[in-house]
């Protein structure tokens, strides 16, 4: 069984279109989070949920807006695409927003813009 | 930015152990150390972590210097499938605290 489960794995797409990431927990977690990393492998948060409510909104264009339809649930759609949001992109849950609890995280999303 | 300091990378051999060192000279005292890493084109997984004293699981075991100030993850004995790039990560023990992830070290592991 998967923990943490993305959809698509791989999103090659035209620099303007408009697309979404899913992202499902079925860990039974309060707390949901997107993570991005770039070319240059840094790994930096984007937004966390915590029971459908946001919580951490870091400095990401507001093209980027997730959805959080339920807890187990956390989407992430993205307007007007750019070459600069090429990237792979992860989405992790934990049990809160505790700094102990473990961050479980899925395979990731591939992204290409071209 | 990220508040712990690692090499860049390591190699090591098969089956010797690893210790993978990080530096965290202005941890506070509630912060907790965690361990992640990331398996080639795989999300990072957790590793493990502490606060004070060293904590052992089945993955690696992690000892804590005595003023917290720096800590090294041990691997017992490395395989082929610990290559990966270990992250060292600060948690401040707040609602809202994020895992901020430096530039991690890569491990090598040698046949």
């Known amino acids: 069984d998967t923990a943490v489960s993305q959809t698509p794995k791989y999103l090659v797409t035209q620099m303007g279109n408009d697309k979404s990431i899913k992202c499902e927990q079925n860990?039974?977690?309060?707390?949901m989070y997107w993570y991005k990393q770039d070319s240059k492998k840094f790994l930096k948060i984007m937004f966390s949920y915590n029971n459908k409510e946001l919580i951490i909104n870091e400095t990401v264009p507001n093209r980027f807006s997730p959805k959080s339809p339920d807890k187990a649930h956390l989407n992430l759609h993205i307007n007007s695409l750019e070459l600069g949001d090429s990237a792979v992109y992860f989405c992790?849950?934990?049990?809160?927003?505790?700094?102990?609890?473990?961050?479980?995280f899925g395979p990731g999303t591939r992204l290409l813009v071209l | 930015d990220a508040k712990t300091t690692q090499p860049n990378s390591m190699e090591s051999n098969e089956e010797e152990p690893v210790h993978l060192p990080c530096n965290h000279s202005?941890?506070?005292?509630?912060?907790?150390i965690h361990w992640y890493r990331q398996l080639p084109s795989q999300g990072p997984e957790y590793v493990i972590h502490?606060?004070?004293s060293n904590v052992n699981n089945r993955m690696a075991s992690l000892a804590i210097a005595e003023d917290r100030k720096s800590s090294t993850l041990i691997l017992h004995r490395a395989t082929l499938r610990d290559a990966a790039v270990y992250y060292c990560i600060l948690r401040a023990l707040l609602r809202d605290d994020k895992i901020i992830f430096g530039k991690g070290t890569r491990l090598h592991i040698l046949p």
């Open positions: 502490g606060l004070t």
């Open positions: 202005t941890i506070s005292g509630t912060d907790y």
């Open positions: 992790a849950s934990s049990q809160d927003q505790s700094s102990k609890e473990t961050q479980y």
């Open positions: 860990l039974g977690h309060d707390t």
